[in-house]
């Protein structure tokens, strides 16, 4: 049986009892049988891969290393990944560096296929490499039950990353911007609408800011390295996410109700 996580019912009270209980259930899900497979075919193999295209060869290999970023979805894209890692992230005009979402950077940055000697040849790249992945499949599983925590989880981490970067306080925010899952929780924890996607670049940054220090006293990213503001980010995105859910098929006091039960289930948390 594949493991499910326990979220209670999910939102912003699920979301209180999994952070209570991720180091366990994290453990649990990391000591699944296929979970194990994949592992020890990854370590096996991957110090064997020194070219991007040995890598986009082995889809097994594939899988690991794009879900090591959350870029699972683009395994079927074996040209484009490629081209992403055979570029690297040194070389002025490499792919990797045009792209908006920072996570291919990061990703051909890790196997560093545009170095002398890939890093695919150090000792400890697989569990560098096994250990995000882990994480990443952890979301996952997460998301097949309520993928707002999922959402969550991925705002915490990469968030907490982009925040306290050395990238200007403007690329900052284009880089919220290029990831889908980070811009689905600042647009929903603003109460944006979903023609704002459609809005000038421009403008659409100018409004999150707004929006920011509206609620936040402060319309840079960099605020969010603080746990604090992140707590409070997630909270917001949660609790928004709760009331458009529900708000279809419930009245207004029974929404009220339940947000007022999971908040308070999740400050005993």
Do not use: C
Not at 61 to 70: E, I, M, R, T
């Amino acid at each position: 049986m594949s493991f499910v996580p326990a979220i209670g019912l999910g939102g912003y009270g699920g979301w209180a009892v999994l952070k209570r209980t991720e180091a366990a259930q994290k453990a649990a899900f990391a000591n699944q049988s296929s979970v194990k497979r994949d592992e020890a075919y990854f370590r096996e193999k991957i110090g064997q891969v020194t070219t991007a295209e040995q890598l986009v060869s082995d889809r097994r290999l594939l899988n690991v290393a794009l879900g090591a970023f959350g870029l699972e979805a683009d395994v079927n894209n074996r040209y484009f990944i490629r081209k992403v890692l055979e570029d690297g992230t040194l070389a002025e005009g490499a792919l990797a560096l045009k792209l908006s979402d920072t996570r291919y950077r990061e990703f051909s940055a890790a196997f560093g296929f545009d170095l002398s000697v890939p890093r695919t040849k150090l000792s400890d790249f697989a569990d560098k490499i096994l250990t995000q992945w882990k994480d990443r499949q952890f979301e996952v599983a997460v998301g097949q039950v309520d993928d707002s925590l999922r959402l969550s989880m991925n705002a915490e981490r990469e968030l907490a990353k982009l925040a306290g970067s050395t990238m200007g306080g403007e690329a900052k925010w284009y880089s919220v911007m290029g990831q889908a899952p980070l811009r689905e929780v600042f647009e929903t924890a603003f109460g944006l609408p979903g023609a704002f996607g459609t809005l000038d670049i421009d403008v659409q940054k100018a409004m999150l800011k707004q929006k920011a220090k509206a609620a936040f006293g402060d319309d840079s990213v960099a605020q969010f390295a603080d746990p604090d503001r992140m707590a409070q980010l997630v909270k917001r995105y949660l609790l928004r996410d709760q009331v458009a859910s529900m708000g279809t098929g419930m009245g207004a006091s029974s929404v009220a109700l339940t947000l007022v039960s999971q908040t308070a289930l999740a400050m005993r948390g």
